[in-house]
């Protein structure tokens, strides 16, 4: 019995030290802490742009009887008009580029319902064939995933874009534009980088011990409460 009580006192102390090693940093943003820095990016560094994404939207792929009713002659027309669209406005610049504001929409972060929503404001430009360069405007309605890389040990966010709302382009093409705006979004802003766990992390000296311990994250986890997204990162302490 006294060897079983020993046994159990053991492991309760091995217990205890496991968690001594282990400690939780808690980190708070607000809605005002994106404002301010979203107010900071648009004033101070050049406008964030990226090129238009090329995309095949399943609805605008022809059937096989459609394109078999094409000729030859159709085919090369198109194919030189496009040619000749592209040399006459040399100075269509085929990009997005988010805006601070459009159409009294701002790109800002919103935390509603336990969920992070990013309305994100844009203008841009294209050239489709027979038409010229076509600019447009509007915002896309996104909401952000929060995921964990440990290898980096970065808190990333995954923007997923639910809806455009298009304006600007005088009814020209506004679904396909539609399309390259939700498939530049998805594919060119992410992962968003939130949070960078290893700049919280600091080298702790132990003197007459012979060395020093650093914090290393192994786990983080967030939720939203009261308009704030609290980040609860779990550190462990290793040898330095």
Do not use: H, W
């Amino acid at each position: 019995m006294k060897k079983i009580t020993a046994a159990l006192c053991a492991l309760l102390m091995l217990a205890s030290f496991a968690r001594a090693q282990s400690a939780e940093v808690t980190v708070s943003l607000n809605e005002r802490f994106f404002d301010a820095l979203l107010d900071a990016i648009f004033t101070n560094l050049k406008t964030p742009s990226f090129p238009i994404a090329a995309v095949s939207p399943k609805s605008e792929v022809r059937s096989p009887q459609s394109l078999s009713a094409i000729s030859s002659f159709q085919k090369n027309n198109q194919s030189i008009e496009n040619r000749k669209s592209k040399i006459e406005n040399p100075l269509c610049d085929e990009s997005i580029r988010l805006q601070r504001e459009i159409d009294g929409v701002r790109t800002a972060v919103r935390f509603r319902d336990g969920k992070i929503y990013a309305p994100i404001a844009f203008a841009g430009s294209y050239n489709p064939p027979f038409v010229g360069c076509v600019d447009f405007q509007g915002y896309a309605e996104t909401n952000i995933e929060l995921e964990f890389d440990k290898q980096k040990q970065t808190l990333v966010g995954r923007a997923r874009v639910l809806n455009v709302v298009l304006s600007g382009t005088g009814g020209v093409g506004s679904a396909f534009v539609t399309k390259i705006v939700q498939n530049s979004l998805d594919k060119k802003i992410n992962p968003l980088s939130i949070l960078s766990t290893d700049k919280l992390s600091f080298l702790i000296p132990v003197q007459n011990a012979g060395g020093s311990l650093r914090m290393r994250a192994n786990g983080i986890r967030s939720e939203i409460v009261g308009g704030a997204l609290n980040i609860y990162i779990a550190f462990e302490f290793v040898k330095g």
